[in-house]
């Protein structure tokens, strides 16, 4: 019971750890650890390679950094090679396009046969499309060449955003991945407006379909020193798939790739910037490089793998882990010699006082080794301490014997604790407890506790009394050895303020009579004898708490006994009482356990019903309204019966005060009674309502 409360028990987690301690011990002992020249050349060991992995930590990692630094630079580098193969290529195509729209005449375009054969003029630029397409200013195609050959086509190209942009806007066009009208595969396509001097007469379109004819392939072609796990992808400004190894990626957004998915996430944090989105692509598993492909609005992405950049750096630590472990080796050979040479006096100094600690006598001076140094001085020091000790243990017996002499005499339960078990205890303590000394001295606090909660409660109240500079005092059920339970009265003092080692010294009194009294005067001064139901006091205290809860609903039932002055003036007051007991049973019946039942003086009850609005309390009170007016008791060879005039009043805004709801409720039971008694009427903000026949 001292302020350190929690000491696992024998099984508990402390007790594995222990063993583990243990083991770690012994295999300390195995590797010399349990002996000073294993700890110093441990140490000096542990110093120097600390100071080697330091150092080479510091150095791999300046390595590691500037060796992706140069892989993102390398990264954007390729990215810069592919972007401009690109450009190359898509200029390529469109002066391509330019050149076959600069052929196109006028009276051309009015002749079916003279479109067919202006394509059919044109094999280089069908072989760099995987479909070629003339459409009219509209946007209506009027020939289309693609692998199945030249032919005329009903195909409507107006909606395209690419054709409306290069007749509008007059210039080439790359569009962006879109479905072919001929293939429905995902295409790009770039377009060239026919132009006169009336202005846009005509427009050539080429597709490139991008699941059959990969835009990076023979576009970029890799370095010879590129490793096969570099992955290049190309996309559009929305981060779109145009072209990737692996065909079933296209049209994805660049997320779907997850060697990609960090790297795309932060570029759409960033807003998508597709001006110079390099940079800011950290990514723990790649080297991420991008371009702008200028003329379009794609992007070229690049990622190698980290660590195929830092495989080199890897192998490099490897062995000089391998040249430092061997290192380590021939360090700690040296440091054995040299300690070992330093340190033999130190075998006769713990012989000498390990037959001291077994109750030797120390002998004469000249038996102890007098090494100069350190070691002289803690020759010299386990002799003094040795002296001290002698002389500390026998005044703390005499302590011991003392105390217990006072402790066996005390009339009141005293005990002493530490590491919450029993250390000492009094005879009276035994008492009050029903337990032989045996059974408690060196035994868990714990016991005496009839609940493991109220156990574990004490611990924090203890340490906050102790820190505040006071005595601990507290009430709390405790067990006898027989399973009996009775109340005591707790009060600690740390032997040593400020030091919970030192344990506390506890006083018990058996106080189960006095805690046993004063609960029979709080219920007399709350509950009226007659009846036992609350009285007027205590149904106003749960008045004052229903008030505090300002967000549940609750309601008073006023309840006034009809004809019941006529039983005490011809039956006696007796027959009175004996019919208030019956109502006060029926009113306990016809409510629940929660809801407070009060009689306030004379035949006027009270119910303060929790959580029931104005309908729900007016049920109830009807209820029991009915069970009232068919109770009946025998007194005598009479029967006894009474009314009941009842009143609600639902908690509203304006009962700021009990006295103001209880008025309320008041006036709505007086109504009832002025009404023709027997009924239940409600109380509203400024009505009163009727309620039953």
Not at 293 to 312: D, F, I, K, M, Y
Not at 484 to 496: K, Q
Not at 568 to 584: C, R, T, Y
């Amino acid at each position: 019971m001292d302020t350190n409360l929690f000491d696992p028990q024998p099984g508990s987690p402390l007790t594995v750890a222990a063993r583990v301690e243990s083991r770690l011990a012994a295999l300390a002992r195995l590797l010399w650890l349990d002996t000073l020249k294993g700890r110093l050349v441990a140490g000096a060991l542990v110093a120097t390679l600390t100071g080697i992995a330091v150092t080479a930590l510091h150095m791999g990692t300046v390595a590691e950094r500037e060796l992706l630094a140069m892989a993102e630079q390398r990264e954007h580098f390729e990215a810069g090679r592919t972007r401009a193969a690109v450009a190359r290529r898509l200029d390529e195509l469109q002066r391509a396009l330019q050149s076959a729209a600069a052929m196109v005449d006028k009276g051309m375009l009015h002749s079916p046969r003279g479109v067919e054969t202006f394509l059919e003029r044109q094999p280089l630029l069908r072989s760099m499309f995987s479909s070629l397409f003339l459409t009219n200013a509209e946007g209506r195609v009027l020939v289309l060449a693609d692998s199945s050959g030249i032919r005329r086509s009903d195909i409507h190209l107006g909606d395209r955003d690419y054709l409306r942009r290069s007749v509008v806007e007059k210039r080439a066009v790359i569009s962006d991945p879109v479905p072919s009208r001929v293939s429905a595969e995902p295409v790009v396509v770039l377009t060239h407006p026919v132009l006169d001097a009336g202005g846009v007469q005509a427009v050539v379109g080429g597709a490139l379909r991008l699941a059959s004819r990969d835009l990076l392939e023979h576009l970029a072609e890799s370095r010879d020193d590129d490793d096969s796990q570099t992955l290049v992808v190309l996309t559009d400004d929305m981060g779109r798939i145009i072209a990737h190894p692996q065909r079933t990626r296209l049209m994805q957004t660049l997320d779907a790739e997850p060697r990609f998915a960090p790297a795309y996430a932060r570029w759409v944090a960033g807003g998508r910037q597709t001006k110079d989105p390099t940079g800011g692509f950290a990514d723990p598993r790649e080297v991420i490089g991008t371009a702008a492909v200028p003329g379009s609005r794609w992007l070229v992405w690049r990622a190698t793998p980290r660590a195929q950049v830092l495989a080199p750096l890897q192998r490099a630590r490897q062995q000089a882990t391998a040249a430092a472990g061997g290192m380590a080796l021939v360090l700690a050979c040296g440091f054995i010699v040299f300690i070992a040479r330093q340190l033999q006096p130190l075998h006769e100094l713990k012989r000498r006082a390990a037959a001291l600690l077994e109750g030797q006598r120390a002998g004469d001076d000249d038996n102890w080794p007098e090494p100069s140094g350190e070691i002289g001085e803690l020759s010299r020091t386990l002799r003094h301490v040795w002296a001290e000790r002698t002389q500390a243990e026998a005044f703390n017996a005499q302590v011991l014997q003392k105390l217990s002499s006072v402790m066996a005499a005390s009339p009141v339960g005293l005990a002493f604790t530490r590491n919450k078990r029993f250390e000492l205890v009094s005879t009276e303590i035994c008492r009050m407890l029903g337990r032989g000394e045996d059974s408690l001295v060196g035994h868990p606090t714990e016991l005496i506790f009839s609940s493991h909660d109220d156990y574990v409660a004490l611990g924090p109240q203890v340490v906050a009394a102790f820190e505040a500079g006071e005595p601990y005092n507290g009430e709390w059920q405790l067990v006898r050895a027989d399973g009996s339970l009775f109340w005591g009265r707790l009060r600690a003092r740390p032997v040593v303020p400020g030091d919970p080692a030192s344990g506390t010294i506890w006083s018990m009194y058996d106080i189960s009579d006095q805690v046993d009294a004063r609960n029979r005067l709080q219920h007399a001064a709350t509950h009226d004898e007659l009846t036992g139901v609350l009285n007027r006091k205590g149904f106003e205290q749960g008045l004052h708490e229903a008030l505090a809860r300002d967000t549940t609903p609750a309601a008073v039932v006023m309840i006034d006994l009809d004809e019941f002055k006529p039983i005490n003036d011809s039956a006696g007051h007796a027959a009175g009482d004996a019919m208030l007991k019956a109502v006060a049973r029926t009113l306990v019946a016809q409510v629940r356990a929660s809801d407070a039942i009060g009689r306030l003086g004379g035949d006027e009850f009270a119910l303060l019903l929790h959580g029931c609005d104005q309908a729900r309390a007016c049920t109830i009170a009807e209820k029991v309204r009915l069970a009232i007016r068919q109770l009946a008791v025998h007194w005598e060879g009479k029967e006894l019966k009474v009314g009941a005039s009842i009143g609600v009043a639902e908690r509203g805004t304006e009962h700021e005060t009990i006295a103001k709801w209880l008025a309320d409720a008041d006036a709505a039971c007086y109504d009832a009674k002025r009404s023709g008694r027997d009924k239940v009427v409600v109380s509203g903000t400024a009505v009163l309502r009727l309620v039953g026949p």
